[in-house]
């Protein structure tokens, strides 16, 4: 992967006038009794890498769903490219779809294809791409995600857990989509290949313009790519902002959380003002 | 502003002298790759003949991976036909892209063809290989089963009572109503047709012995049993291969417990108590539907037709199928626990083995069926 020290990109200034690509207001969402979202609000801007943090079991991995519309929200607003998703049809919301690319949790391969089919299989749908070039992109794909060309004709039933995380983000990456969708990407990578990972999304952002929700406990990454971080706690977004506005924060969650004794070591191990690409 | 011109792929080219020029402008993305792998082949025939080519990509607004990749691509055909190839006025983040998607060769994927009678002699050699396989394992599975439940009875401890309870209602308490409703329904027909065949040779109410013997030794096992192959057979594969897929049963066994122990024992020992039991309700059922068309068309009531019942059957007549039953449910129950562990990581495969065990267990108690019936003929029983 290309080395980013040594080139000098402008980054997208954040300003008030950057679009917003989600945009989700007083979100309430409840599996029976149990309110997993109690009025949520949260902005993701375009070209912007923003990291999702909050402890297990807060409801991260629920948002991301109900964002991609597979969990029913209860009441509330979600806006995808500034349209209300209440309000498309089925052909737009397709539409919207094609426009996004998720890496699930727990990868979430197609089991019965191999890793070139899977990755084929959204550009298989565009219905327009030559057999040829799909082979080639899949394989470039592959190449990408740091997977050995070996892994293309292998079922994900034979991959090892971290290949299957980088297999399932070159699907998601298969029609270079605007904005992408990652649970946890660099939980069970061994930390070479999640810094490449990180290098990767961060190479994605700079010259695709891509658009990242990334959900995270990898602190690594939050320092490294993440422009924004935004934390949930109790149902809510308690605070977003920058690394160095997280650090300051006086949320006791936060505290332990960026403060605690992983989160001190890295504090004290890399200044965020010299951290790589950042201005 | 954007234009609509900004939205298509550009391509011109022009010769100076002996330098072919390309200017490329637009989107490269590949929601349009069909006209950008045109536009690149193009390319290679436009600077034929030329010594140097150069590659401007100055107009290009919008680049992704796969613009990125045809355009390399296209570079290196021009290279290896011997143009001397160069590319300016490239944005940064373009440049990173081009790098980052430069045209390497790949592999294509092997596709051997062979021929169609090879490959059918194949299969069928390895279907008939499988089907040994299978019988050779079934025996191996049944040993290990009974080893497996002869430790559980004799050690009290390990009995797993709670878990038996919990499958004999799934598979036993819960199949009642469908059991006994499809029984009626059968009983009634084969009633129904005896009466209407038999009348002809004014002996319609043999059609009450036909009815006992019909069901009590072939029918209401035999519907039993493939109801709860379909039914619970399906359930037991599915289950167990789900479990074996997300590495539950490795789980199990890591724990050092035995999977045909926990999982598979109590699920054919419910299976193996539950089927006579259904054979019981089946055979009922069956009578009574008989009754109740023996009575509507025949006119026999039903206190006639219960008389007529005991002449006709003996108890050996309604313990024929009852016996069937546990033996019934020991071919459904292995055959679905060895298809649930042989199920791999594919949902696909786990697809296959819940057909085949579906399948398998009723085409074998269709046989064994067969084979009782020689034996209690050969037992005059
Ligand atoms: N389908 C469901 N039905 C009922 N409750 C659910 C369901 N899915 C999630 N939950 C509950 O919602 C809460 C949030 O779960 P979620 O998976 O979003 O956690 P998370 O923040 O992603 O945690 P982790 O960091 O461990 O992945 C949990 O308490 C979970 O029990
Ligand atoms: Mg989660």
Known sequence: MTDLASQTIEKPQPSAARETVIRVRDLVVAFGQTLVMRGLDLDVYRGEVLGFVGGSGQGKS????????????????????????????????????????VLFQNGALFSSLTVRQNIQMPMREARHISARL????AMLKLELVGLPASAADKFPAELSGGMIKRAALARALALDPELVFLDEPTSGLDPIGAAEFDELIA???????????????????????????????????????????????????LQAYFHGVRGARLAGARKPNDMRGRE | MATDLDHTARLSSRREGETARFALGGEWVLADSAALEKDAAGMAAAARGSARAIVDLAQIVRLDTAGAWVIGRAMDELARAGVVVSMEGARPEHAILLQEAKFRPFEAPSRCRRLLVIDILADLGSSVVSAARDAY????????????????LLAAG?????????????????????????NLLVGAIVAQQGIFQLRRFGAGSYAVDLIGILVLRELGVLLTSIMIAGRSGSAITAELGSMKMREEVDALRVMGLSPIEVLVTPRILALVLSLPLLTFVADMSALFGGLLVCW??????????????????????????LIKAPFMALIIGLVAAMEGMATRGSAESLGRHVTASVVKAIFMVIVVDGFFAIFFAAIKY
């Open chain 2, 296 to 321: 509507v068309y025949e006119g026999i009531s039903p206190a006639g037709y219960l008389s007529l019942l005991q002449a006709a059957i003996g108890r050996n007549t309604f313990f024929v199928g």
């Open chain 1, 134 to 137: 799909m082979d080639e992109l």
């Open chain 2, 137 to 152: 394992n079934g025996i191996g599975f049944l040993g290990e089963f009974v080893a497996a439940a002869g430790a559980a």
């Open chain 2, 158 to 182: 390990r009995f797993r009572l709670t878990s038996l309870v919990y499958h004999m209602e799934s598979f036993g308490f819960r199949s009642l109503p469908i059991i006994a409703l499809i």
């Open chain 1, 62 to 101: 629920v948002l991301m769903r109900t964002i991609l519309g597979l969990v029913e929200k209860r009441s509330g607003l979600i806006e995808l490219f500034g349209q209300d998703r209440d309000r498309l049809s089925s052909a737009e919301r397709r539409r919207v779809e094609r426009r996004w690319g």
């Open chain 1, 203 to 253: 190479t994605l952002q700079h010259t695709l313009g891509l658009t990242v929700f990334m959900v995270t406990h990898d602190l690594d990454s939050l320092y490294s790519i993440c422009d924004r971080i935004a934390a949930l706690a109790e149902g809510k977004v308690i605070a977003t902002g920058t690394m160095e506005e997280m650090l300051a924060c006086e949320h006791p969650w």
